[in-house]
């Protein structure tokens, strides 16, 4: 079974810095994605950025890049020049894309909540 | 990219009730999902909405404890029977696009059970 795992319950970062949140997952598919939801006190899930595994090329969004590491079967989240709306928890997901009963489910990472201060 | 509402936002029940939660998308998704968020942790996949036949429920979850109707691409229900307050939570449905590599959330029913 996948397992995705972020150690950083908590993380903070000053306003117009840089901050970078760690993740690490376990499977034995080639084919997947990687993905960053964010979830501000609204509750809405907020796709931020995804990544293929295929793709070697570290996805960017903005201020929001990524650091894949498929050998170490690391994904990082790195947002550059925070603003106070960045301040959410930060969910790192995973999804085969190699078809069989786990196709399109999404297996969470505990989440680490992010406090910009101003 | 897909708009998904829920309704009820929130509820507040009594225990031993039961709550339908119900979940439409403005566009057809090709796969519907239910997911339930305790508080203060992470989301765990209950179920994967199939159209027109009998919910795929992951381990640790029943039919009937929480039922799941979906009759056609665009629209579905949870109903989480016999609450107790263990049932307290955030109950997300989500649908993917016909890619799978992007999947839209609703936003989310609280519930809080008495």
């Known amino acids: 079974a996948q397992t995705v795992t972020q150690s950083q319950p908590e993380m903070s970062v000053q306003e117009a810095e840089t901050v970078t949140l760690s993740c690490t997952y376990d499977t034995s598919e080639s084919d997947y994605y990687l993905f960053w939801y964010k979830q501000p006190p609204s509750r809405q899930m907020i796709l931020v950025i995804r990544q293929e595994a295929y793709k070697q090329q570290n996805a960017t969004e903005n201020r929001f890049s990524v650091n894949f590491q498929k050998a170490a079967k690391s994904f990082s989240l790195k947002i550059s020049d925070s603003q106070l709306g960045d301040a959410a928890m930060y969910f790192c997901a995973y999804t085969n894309n190699a078809g069989g009963t786990s196709y399109g489910k999404l297996t969470f990472g505990q989440g680490t909540i992010l406090t910009v201060h101003p | 990219?897909?708009?998904?509402?829920?309704?009820?936002?929130?509820?507040?029940?009594?225990?031993?009730?039961?709550l339908t939660i119900q979940c439409q998308v403005d566009s057809q998704v090709t796969m519907m999902f239910w997911y339930r968020q305790q508080p203060g942790q992470s989301l765990t996949l209950i179920a994967t909405a199939n159209q027109g036949?009998?919910?795929t429920y992951e381990s640790g979850f029943v039919i009937?404890?929480?039922?799941?109707?979906r009759p056609n691409l665009t629209f579905s229900t949870l109903?989480?029977?016999n609450m107790s307050p263990e049932d307290s939570s955030i109950y997300l449905c989500s649908g993917t696009g016909a890619a799978h590599n992007e999947q839209f959330f609703g936003p989310g029913?609280?519930?809080?059970?008495l």
């Open chain 2, 1 to 18: 990219s897909a708009v998904i509402s829920q309704k009820p936002s929130r509820d507040i029940c009594q225990r031993g009730t039961s």
């Open chain 2, 53 to 55: 036949s009998e919910a």
């Open chain 2, 64 to 69: 009937d404890k929480f039922p799941i109707s």
């Open chain 2, 79 to 81: 109903t989480v029977s």
């Open chain 2, 109 to 113: 029913t609280r519930l809080t059970v």
